[in-house]
């Protein structure tokens, strides 16, 4: 039977097959469940949902950390290259493999033929970033080491040029060491430095102590002025005490984030140093938490990089990308704008009138039968770019696809995040209000590729 209000490519017997069952939508515990939540954990079983039909190769999705590199060319830099990351950092994502039971597979004769184009595309003298958007879209094969490179071109981190990449980088890290020069110091060390500073030009006593006259009024650990060091690093406190507590409970599940390790300190540090950076240059917005999840897919992928002359500037790396990357979300994060036109809510509507568009019949059951209001799900999905609802793994796979669309992630979001409710549609019309909630805000496991796709045809087809 015909549905209507939706479009005739809904119709086919594609939407109409049996769906399995699964009891695999209530394993996903500990979800970031509202603005002030904190994470989700990863899931690893995949099924098809409403009878859609799962690609007979599908991506694997069970990948926590980066496997063993295939023996494929490297895209370098520089002239001087290196087979390898050190050995401590080799045995770490070794040590991962086998804790998180993941299964190592040799690369797919379809990833090493789309491995291929992205050599060919990424050794070109001038990479035509248009190509490279064409073949992103359909997913950058992991443990590869492509992924870092394209997606730093995809931000505009790296230009098209490639004899202006040495440059580029250069002057863009030593920009982020002074930021953090700057930034991170703690008073007592810009106090320090005054006292040393005097006593060279006073040549004063050995003690090397400055006397009370000394201390201007915006150097003194008491002063409420404006101005003083003292003052700004206390107000800054609260926020850094968050920006600890979040990185911290960062993909609990992964040991690139947390444990005990040296390893995963280190990289705990990175991205608190990048988030408490962030804050400082945007005082509007500062820190709003949820940034953390936004920031870590971006970290993993630069310091997984296999070139280790890449992978230890990751921290600058990703500094930069993620303000480009969070420039065209940045208002999703601005309470102040919430009710306006660029803010969230707004974004939210917007997709709502997609779903409108595109499956009436959905769309009125959900907002006006069951009164599920879209702020109660889409918020989460949107201002954490999906890496709540899917393992580690499918979220990387999605950002390929955010990143290389043209008409900017915002859009593309959308259309996901519209996919993502029609493929589960007949769940949701057999629901009522407290299972539609629940369903939306602990999604199952799907088939991303199946997924993307679905997003993809809602782009090319007319209202329904």
Same mark, same amino acid.
């Given at each position: 039977?015909?549905?209507?209000?939706?479009?005739?490519?809904?119709?086919?017997?594609?939407?109409?097959?049996?769906?399995? &069952?699964?009891?695999?939508?209530?394993?996903? *515990?500990?979800?970031?469940? &509202?603005?002030?939540?904190?994470?989700?954990?990863?899931?690893?079983?995949?099924?098809?949902?409403?009878?859609?039909?799962?690609?007979?190769?599908?991506?694997?999705?069970?990948?926590?950390?980066?496997?063993?590199?295939?023996?494929?060319?490297?895209?370098?830099?520089?002239?001087?290259?290196?087979?390898?990351?050190?050995?401590? /950092?080799?045995?770490?994502?070794?040590?991962?493999?086998?804790?998180?039971?993941?299964? !190592?597979?040799?690369?797919?004769?379809?990833?090493?033929?789309? $491995?291929?184009?992205?050599?060919?595309?990424?050794?070109?003298?001038?990479?035509?970033?248009?190509?490279?958007?064409?073949?992103?879209? $359909?997913?950058?094969?992991?443990? /590869?080491?492509?992924?870092?490179?394209?997606?730093?071109?995809?931000?505009?981190?790296?230009?098209?040029?490639?004899?202006?990449?040495?440059?580029?980088?250069?002057?863009?890290?030593?920009?982020?060491?002074?930021?953090?020069?700057?930034?991170?110091?703690?008073?007592?060390?810009?106090?320090?430095?005054?006292?040393?500073?005097?006593?060279?030009?006073?040549?004063?006593?050995?003690?090397?102590?400055?006397?009370?006259? $000394?201390?201007?009024?915006?150097?003194?650990?008491?002063?409420?002025?404006?101005?003083?060091?003292?003052?700004? =690093?206390?107000?800054?406190?609260?926020?850094?005490?968050?920006?600890?507590?979040? !990185?911290?409970?960062?993909?609990?599940?992964?040991?690139?984030? &947390?444990?005990?390790?040296?390893?995963?300190?280190?990289?705990?540090?990175?991205?608190?140093?990048?988030?408490?950076?962030?804050?400082?240059?945007?005082?509007?917005?500062?820190? !709003?938490?949820?940034?953390?999840?936004? *920031?870590?897919?971006?970290?993993?992928?630069?310091?997984?990089?296999?070139?280790?002359?890449?992978?230890?500037?990751?921290?600058?790396?990703? =500094?930069?990308?993620?303000?480009?990357?969070? /420039?065209?979300?940045?208002?999703?994060?601005?309470?102040?704008?919430?009710?306006?036109?660029?803010?969230?809510?707004?974004?939210?509507?917007?997709?709502?009138?997609?779903?409108?568009?595109?499956?009436?019949?959905?769309?009125?059951?959900?907002?006006?039968?069951?009164?599920?209001?879209? $702020?109660?799900?889409?918020?989460?999905?949107?201002?954490?770019?999906?890496?709540?609802?899917?393992?580690?793994?499918?979220?990387?796979?999605?950002?390929?696809?955010?990143?290389?669309?043209?008409?900017?992630?915002?859009?593309?979001?959308?259309?996901?995040?519209?996919?993502?409710?029609?493929?589960?549609?007949?769940?949701?019309?057999?629901?009522?209000?407290?299972?539609?909630?629940?369903?939306?805000?602990?999604?199952?496991?799907?088939?991303?590729?199946?997924?993307?796709?679905?997003?993809?045809?809602?782009?090319?087809?007319?209202?329904?």
């Amino acid at each position: 039977m015909v549905k209507k209000n939706v479009p005739d490519w809904l119709n086919s017997s594609l939407w109409s097959t049996t769906a399995p &069952s699964s009891s695999a939508d209530d394993d996903r *515990l500990h979800r970031y469940s &509202s603005k002030h939540s904190t994470f989700a954990d990863s899931t690893t079983s995949t099924e098809s949902f409403d009878g859609l039909p799962v690609p007979v190769s599908p991506r694997a999705s069970k990948i926590e950390e980066p496997p063993p590199r295939p023996s494929m060319p490297e895209i370098k830099i520089k002239d001087k290259d290196k087979d390898s990351r050190n050995s401590g /950092s080799t045995s770490f994502n070794n040590s991962n493999n086998e804790d998180n039971g993941t299964s !190592v597979t040799s690369p797919s004769a379809e990833d090493i033929s789309i $491995q291929a184009q992205f050599l060919t595309e990424l050794s070109r003298k001038v990479v035509n970033i248009r190509e490279l958007r064409r073949i992103a879209c $359909q997913g950058i094969p992991d443990g /590869s080491g492509i992924r870092s490179t394209v997606w730093k071109l995809l931000l505009g981190y790296l230009p098209a040029d490639r004899s202006l990449w040495s440059s580029e980088l250069a002057k863009r890290r030593s920009q982020y060491k002074h930021f953090k020069e700057e930034f991170l110091i703690n008073p007592s060390e810009i106090t320090r430095r005054l006292e040393d500073c005097e006593n060279d030009e006073a040549k004063s006593e050995s003690s090397g102590m400055l006397s009370r006259s $000394q201390i201007t009024h915006g150097e003194h650990p008491l002063s409420l002025g404006k101005t003083s060091v003292w003052n700004q =690093f206390f107000q800054d406190t609260e926020i850094m005490e968050q920006i600890d507590r979040d !990185v911290k409970r960062t993909h609990p599940d992964m040991h690139f984030f &947390s444990g005990d390790s040296s390893f995963a300190k280190s990289n705990q540090e990175a991205l608190k140093n990048i988030l408490i950076v962030f804050a400082k240059l945007n005082p509007g917005i500062r820190y !709003v938490q949820g940034m953390n999840e936004i *920031l870590a897919p971006l970290f993993y992928v630069f310091r997984n990089d296999p070139d280790e002359e890449m992978a230890v500037f990751a921290e600058a790396d990703t =500094f930069f990308c993620f303000v480009e990357l969070l /420039s065209g979300f940045r208002d999703h994060f601005c309470q102040q704008l919430d009710n306006s036109v660029v803010g969230i809510r707004s974004t939210i509507t917007k997709l709502s009138q997609l779903l409108k568009e595109h499956d009436e019949e959905l769309w009125r059951h959900l907002e006006v039968t069951t009164k599920v209001n879209p $702020q109660f799900y889409a918020f989460r999905w949107i201002t954490l770019l999906l890496t709540q609802e899917f393992n580690f793994a499918d979220s990387l796979h999605i950002w390929d696809t955010l990143l290389s669309d043209p008409e900017g992630p915002q859009e593309t979001l959308q259309r996901i995040c519209c996919a993502m409710l029609i493929l589960v549609r007949r769940r949701l019309l057999a629901g009522d209000f407290t299972s539609n909630l629940k369903l939306l805000q602990n999604y199952p496991p799907t088939n991303i590729s199946h997924l993307l796709y679905v997003a993809n045809k809602l782009r090319a087809q007319p209202s329904g």
